[in-house]
Every structure is written in structure tokens, then in C-alpha cells.
């Protein structure tokens, strides 16, 4: 193993949508030197990896930011930061119009205006969005990128991030990277819960499952803040393919259904949690199959669903081939394992509207940055951008620190055990599927229809610490098996992080997101607040923070 310092003013952890934008931005606004670091390639990496048909958030005509506020707001039934919200929003389309510059194909009616799909949509044609962004931050002088190089660890003393740890995956170094600041932009977490389908097919899933919680993992070790991890995110999708439903409801207009024929969808409400519950219920109550109805669409609109499927999730339009068109069937819906990501729900770090965390020198930008729920890609690319501008600030008035050789001695120390050992007990992989057994069993996945009680919790978490106790041995033939052990122990941190705040909402806030069977019933008298968390000598401490004032958009913290 070689090993190789790098010495840089910002340091962005992740170059998906948040990062690569985060690059631009610091870039143009300072002379700062700029290191990305991305375990896969910029070109084909995070939720833009494959492209996206639409940018879900957008100030359209006649609408302003507040509005979208407002509506993220509702969705999360209250438990947002209106600040953080504001702030992003003001920025979609600011952050839309440069995508466009870079060469983003935004479709636009005969007059020119953009082809509104609803009140915050844009329809694009997006498979290229990615290498897009990756082509103008490699163009950039003073960016430097290191593809395939997994971050492991930050550096932290005294509540100050001195820079970060990482390992080549493909030229077996060890790297020590030293920066003033540093920007985390690693998304959220999938891989915690048991899939909904097994085997080979165990990656067919709604989030990209290469997305760890690394970002989260490194800041819970290090004592930052966190919030709102109970509020997971369980995507409604079509059957088997884990394929998309928003197109069929809102391309063809198709309602949610039972077994009966019987719309069901407004009995239980329309939010993103209540649409996966209502489909819960009503195959808990004996209704179920249920279905996205879509028998007797015209064939424009079938052509449509069969194109627009073929661009995003190819295994549907396939299945429609070979099972019947959906013209002649209802397509059947299901909900996904729960997935922990802050640019739906509003998990993550504890930040204040420049971004920053609560470890002096970190910000948060995109999935991993909590308290402002419904980002999706240009929420990602403003908080991008407003990291990277507050980064390129705090720097300037900041001078460089080493890292301390005691630290580095004992990453390399860990990395040695890890690839010493001959053999061991048992694999990663038994390992990850013991994990996610225990919190589908005990933390409320697909197997318990996503409900939960405290002692089932407590289960739960008495388990993952066994498992970070076992991962403790594992062994690694090379560094592509040694990331495989740090995504492990990444997403066994998360789960003990979404544990504790399970147990300690002590209402049913959101359903199926957060069913605590203990306490069904929402409680806005007593739980209309934050549940934050620190980890403090091994343990995690829920902290609640009351909401803001009504209308209120500043919430900053101090580090």
C-alpha cells in the first residue's frame, strides 16, 4: 500500500449533482485550489448516474419560491426548516437556466417557454446530464479530480475539520488529504433495509445502491449533528421492476386503486407517505392487489408511457411487452424498502442557511443535507452552490492545519488489519444481509409493513451492535473488497442513527415512513419539533429542537 498526502484549500467528498455544482461555483468565485474525490467517475456517477426525464423543482410561471416553501412544507406535514427551504428555492431557477448553458435540452412549447409538467415541473431530455457536469468541472484549471477514491474518514480535532482519509480502490494509496475546507456531498443511504427482491435482482432498487450513508456515517462518528432520521423515504413504484409511478399518474392521469376497482387514493390522503400507506392498508384489509389503473388509456398515451419507460426504466416497458400493454392491464404498485436521504425527506446534517454543519469547516450540500425535504436535482445544485460560496468565504480568513501523524497512523493501522488477515468468520456480504434482516424484522421494513414498536427497536439496535462488533474482523483480498467493508460499517452506523430516532418520535407523524405502532396517533402538541442527534462516547443523544416561528425563515446554529 503506498501512501500519498495531498494538500488542498477545499475538498469536495462526492461528485454527483451537489458536488460537481459545489465545484463550479468555488471555482468561479475564488482562486481557491479545488479537489473533488469520487469512489466511482464524475461522468456516470450518483442519482443522475443513468439521467432523469424532468426537473421536479422549478418556480414556475405565476408561482414564486414561497410557494414551493409551502408545498415541500405540507408534504412533510410541517417538519421542515422554512429557512433552509426559502434559501434553496430562490435558487431553482437561477441553477436551471445554467444547466441550460451547459447544454441541458430543457423542452419549450412554441412560444419558447419551458414545458411545464404540473406547478414545479420541467420535462428535459436529461440522459446526459452528468457527463454534462462532469465535462465543464473537468475543463475548470484549478479542479482537480480523483475518481475512484473512497473517502473513509474526515479529520477532525477540537470540532474543526482538518481534511479527510480515502483509499484508491484501483492503485492500492492511501490518501491523506489536507484542506481548509471541506464540502460533503456523498448522498443519502439505501442498502440498510432487505430489498424488495432477493438474489441477483437485490439491486433493482428506487436510490442508487451504491449510495452508503457514507457522508452521514463520518459526521455521526465525529460527533455533528444530525436530524430528522426518522423520517425515512419509501418510494411507491410499479411491481417487480421498482420502476416509477409518477409518469402514470401524472402522463396518463392514472389513480390508485384496489382489487375491487375502488379509488383509493383520496381516503388516504395525497401526500408521498399517505399514498404509500393507502396501498398498505388496503392489502393489509384484504383489497389488495392494488394497481395504477391505466386500463383504456388512448394508444397516444400508451406510445407515450412506452417511450418515456424506455428512457428511464427499461425493464418496464419490457415487462409490458411480454405481459401485456398497460392499455389492457392496471399496473400493480408496491411500496420500496426505506431509504435514508435528505433530498425527499429531510434527513442529515444540522445546518444553517450558508450550509454549514455543526463541525467548523464542513458543509452540507444535496441528499446528505437535512431540514429541507423535496430538493430533487436543482434543490441539489442550489445547495451546491451555497455551500461552495460559503466554503470559498470561510477559507479565505482560514489558515490550513496538518493532520495529525498519530491519526494518520492509525487509519493505516485499521486499513492493515482489515488486508493482513488471511480469512475471516464470516463475509461482508453475510454480514450486510444479516443487517438488513435486522431492520426489516425489528426497524420496520417491508416484512412488517413498515411498523415498529420500541422494543422491537431496541432489538434492533442491540443487533446492529453486534454486527459492527463482527465487522470489526472482517477480511479484505484487495482494496475493491476493502471499500465493501467501510460501506458496510457506513451503513450499520446509519441504521443505530434511524434506530434512535424511531424510538424517540413518539407519535405517527408520517405513516408507513415512521409507523410506531406504540404511539399511532399524530401528536402536534407534544411533537411538533425537531428530533436531532449527537453521538457522545460511543452513544447517540436525541437532542429536540422546537420549530421555528411561523413564517420565520432564520434558524442559524452555532458551531
Known sequence: MKTEKITTDILIIGGGTAGCYAALTAS??????????????????????????????????????????DYAKKDADGIVRDDLLYTMSERLNSVTARLEELGLVILKDENGKYVARGNRNLKINGENIKPLLAGAVEALPNVTVLNRVNIIDFSVSDNKIHGAFGIGIENDTFYVIEAKAVIIATGGAAGLYKPNN????????????????????????????????????IALRCKDTIAPTGTLAQGAGAKQINSLGEVYETKYGLTTSERVYGTVNENLEGRGPCYLRTEGISAGQEESLFKAYLNMAPSQTLKWCESGAPSKYNVEIEGTEPYIVGGHTASGYWVDTHRAT???????????????????????????????????????GTIGEPIDDGEITAHIAEIERFTAKDSSDFTTEQLEEAMQTVMDSYAG???TNYRFNEKQLTIADMKIKQLLELSENLHAEDFQELMYIYELRERLAVCRSVIAHLKARRETRWHSFAENLDYPEKDNEGWRKYVNSRMENGEIKIILRELTEEGQRLYEHSN
Open 198 to 233: 432477493p438474489g441477483f435482482s437485490r439491486h433493482k432498487m428506487w436510490y442508487p445502491p451504491f449510495n452508503t450513508g457514507a457522508g452521514y456515517a463520518m459526521g455521526i462518528r465525529h460527533g455533528a449533528e444530525m436530524t430528522t432520521f426518522e423520517m425515512r423515504f
Open 358 to 396: 455543526t463541525i467548523r469547516g464542513l458543509f452540507a450540500a444535496g441528499d446528505v443535507a437535512g431540514g429541507c425535504p423535496q430538493k430533487y436535482v436543482t434543490g441539489a445544485l442550489a445547495e451546491g452552490e451555497i455551500a461552495a460560496e460559503s466554503a470559498a468565504e470561510y477559507i479565505a
Open 445 to 447: 421494513g417491508i416484512k
Open 28 to 69: 468561479e468565485r475564488s482562486d481557491a485550489k479545488i479537489l473533488i474525490c469520487e469512489k466511482a467517475h464524475i461522468k456516470r456517477s450518483g442519482c443522475l448516474a443513468a439521467g432523469v426525464n424532468a426537473l421536479n423543482a422549478y418556480i414556475t410561471e405565476g408561482r414564486t419560491p414561497q410557494d414551493y416553501v
